[in-house]
């Protein structure tokens, strides 16, 4: 499989513990976007990275969150201190700039519960 | 501020009987919109652009800057339809996806 994956597909944590995500975008893409989903919400961007600059941040990323892309391959996100209002599917997306379609192809999620 | 509204978080209709899914934007800028869909136990992908104007699946959608909408449309729709619609804005440089709440479709046999 070629496309957008994502590690690990679900993770349950206690509040207060960290967590960390992992995205691997299609190989060529330069563009990797972080989105959020809640329960009966369509996805809400947080953040994304231009090979492996940062170039947008969304105001729902408070502090304890943090995305790094460190060689413009795979991308993690971190959670720090996770609280319950955490719970979401965390989704990856990935694209080519410069291409006029600029169509993002969606990893398969990852789902966190904070218990 | 840039916002996507579907008003129908579910729509259920017979094999055969045609589909209309709402989509109304808020945007400033040129919009460029798409729609996504995410069949069960698969991930979300895009089903169709506006600036293509294309038909994928015999879906179809036109964009109407006066009504500042986006419908989905199927003349006739097929069991295999069921699945979660969204309606997505591309904004800014970044040209990240501003997301509807999503459209439930359900097919009836």
């Known amino acids: 499989d070629t496309g957008v994956s994502q590690d690990p597909r679900h993770k349950i944590t206690k509040r207060g513990q960290n967590v960390t995500f992992r995205c691997d975008p299609i190989s060529e893409h330069n563009r990797l976007y972080w989105y959020r989903q809640t329960l009966g919400q369509g996805p809400e961007f947080l953040t994304y990275f231009q090979n492996e600059a940062q170039l947008e941040k969304s105001r729902l990323l408070s502090d304890r969150f943090s995305a790094e892309r460190p060689k413009g391959s795979f991308s993690t996100l971190e959670i720090q201190r996770t609280e319950q209002g955490d719970s979401a599917m965390y989704l990856c997306?990935?694209?080519?700039?410069?291409?006029?379609?600029?169509?993002?192809?969606f990893g398969p999620g990852t789902r966190l519960t904070v218990l | 501020a840039q916002r996507v509204t579907q008003p129908e978080k579910l729509l259920s209709v017979f094999k055969g009987a045609p589909v209309e899914l709402k989509c109304n934007y808020s945007y400033s800028g040129s919009p460029e919109l798409f729609w996504y869909v995410q069949y069960s136990r698969q991930r979300l992908q895009l089903l169709l652009r506006?600036?293509s104007r294309e038909s994928i699946k015999g879906f179809t959608a036109d964009l109407n800057k006066g009504e500042t909408s986006f419908h989905l449309k199927k003349p006739f729709a097929q069991e295999e339809d069921s699945a979660m619609y969204y309606c997505?804005?591309?904004?800014?440089?970044?040209?990240?996806?501003?997301f509807g709440q999503g459209t439930r479709l359900t097919i009836n046999p």
């Open positions: 506006h600036i």
């Open positions: 997306a990935s694209s080519l700039a410069g291409r006029a379609e600029n169509e993002q192809f």
């Open positions: 997505a804005l591309e904004v800014g440089g970044a040209q990240k996806l501003v």
